[in-house]
Structure formats: C-alpha cells, structure tokens
C-alpha cells in the first residue's frame, strides 16, 4: 500500500477538500464538486457499481484502492468505503501517485 495516497488523502480531509461516506460522496459527484472518488478495494459489489456507474454519467475519474479501514483513518474517521476530493490540484497528484502504484 502506498502511503503517501493516504497521506494526501489526510491533507485533503484537513484542510476540508474531501467528503467520505457513500451518501456524502454521491451528492459530491452530482453536485460536480468532487474531483476524483476513490473506493475502497473490499467495497461490496453495489456500492462498486453505483460509483462506477455515477461517475461514468458525469466525468469524475475513479479508482479503487485501500482497504476500508486504512480509508478511514487516514481521513480521521471510522471505516470508509468511498471519499471524493473536491479540490482539483489534490486531485491531480493524487491521481499520478495512484497512477504510479498500479504500475
């Protein structure tokens, strides 16, 4: 597990650029305000479906990665299957360190 993609992750949460929980992260996606969603790997297979499919609809890039547990408590919570970032310039770097660890 990369854990600088956790770390930015936290840097988000800090500085009130994330939203996590499934509804607060689906209201993020339509609402246009999240910049890139990432689920957790042990997500169930709805909830994987349901953020696959919305952010399909409405552009926002999505990945899955982490377990639920290393999610939550890098953004300061209990466990999370789902966090948006909402602002862009997070987004971006956390998406090349993700980028870089899938390959």
Known sequence: MNDR??????LAAKGKNLVSGEFST??????????????????SDNTRKLFTDKCMFYNTPIYFYGTKEALGRAVGKEM???VAVTDKGLAESIIKRLEESQN
């Open 5 to 10: 993609i956790l770390s930015l992750l936290g």
């Open 26 to 43: 689906e209201k993020a996606v339509k609402e246009r305000k999240a910049a890139l969603v990432i689920v957790s790997s042990e997500a």
């Open 80 to 82: 999370r299957a789902s």
